[in-house]
């Protein structure tokens, strides 16, 4: 049964400590988001990446989160430094899309991130 | 900028009712909308892709509808189940090639024994 795998399920941090969260996605799919879930904002794309290659980190705050693809099974969402604000639901999603229409894309479960 | 609006924001109903939920868009030029479920503490599931050539797509007890004329999706839910209850959120892949997906702020759906 092929799904998206996130860790860290849950994670607690002191403000100011860095927080990595990494994600496989579905063998074969060539691309992954980053979202992130609060009650104020909803679903927000943070980044979105195609055949490993960053296409849109437009959501992302740049002072503070990365996005990285070191290779095709695993995506990586840093913050440094981390900050109370920061505190949500983050998802990772992947796909297949082909350039011109889109795919069902489908998400994990979720890494849920309390700075305090 | 692509906007979507989910209305209600939440449903209540009784078991065995048929319900329709909403969502509207603001940018009709779209290659698919994708409904999801979301339970607490959960992450998204996907229940139904509609690309844009088509109108509608169904799913055992759910249909969603697509016109993108008008900017709208419905997703019907036939004979409602408590084990229906959940958020239900519609998502829209942009067209461009390149797979940019808005979601909407969900409708929160309690179905009652």
Redesign the interface.
């Known amino acids: 049964d092929a799904r998206?795998t996130q860790t860290p399920r849950h994670k607690v941090t002191e403000m100011g400590q860095e927080v990595t969260m990494r994600c496989q996605p579905i063998l074969g799919h060539n691309?992954v988001?980053w979202?992130r879930q609060t009650m104020m904002q909803?679903?927000e794309?943070l980044a979105?990446f195609?055949n490993r290659a960053p296409?849109?980190d437009s959501g992302m705050p740049k002072d503070r989160f990365s996005a990285e693809m070191p290779d095709a099974t695993l995506a990586t969402l840093k913050i440094q430094p981390s900050e109370p604000r920061d505190s949500a639901v983050y998802?990772c999603?992947s796909?297949w899309?082909k350039?011109?229409?889109?795919?069902?894309?489908?998400?994990?479960?979720?890494s849920w991130l309390t700075v305090v | 900028k692509q906007e979507v609006t989910q209305i209600p924001a939440a449903l209540s109903v009784p078991e065995g009712e048929n319900l329709v939920l909403n969502c509207s868009f603001t940018d009709s030029a779209i290659?698919?909308l994708?409904w999801?479920r979301q339970d607490p503490g959960?992450?998204?599931?996907?229940l139904l892709?509609i690309?844009?050539s088509q109108r509608e797509q169904t799913s055992g007890r759910l249909n969603a509808s697509l016109d993108k004329s008008s900017g709208r999706s419905t997703l019907y839910i036939a004979a409602s189940q408590p084990g229906d209850s959940a958020t239900y959120?519609c998502?829209v892949?942009?067209s461009g090639?390149?797979?940019?997906?808005?979601?909407?702020?969900?409708t929160k759906l309690q179905v009652i024994p």
Request: glycine share 18%; no cysteine.
């Open positions: 998206v691309t988001f979202y909803g679903l794309l979105y195609r296409l849109d998802f999603a796909g899309n350039g011109q229409a889109g795919n069902t894309i489908y998400f994990g479960e979720g | 290659y698919n994708q999801f959960k992450g998204l599931t996907s892709l690309q844009s959120l998502a892949h942009h090639g390149y797979q940019k997906v808005t979601f909407g702020t969900g």
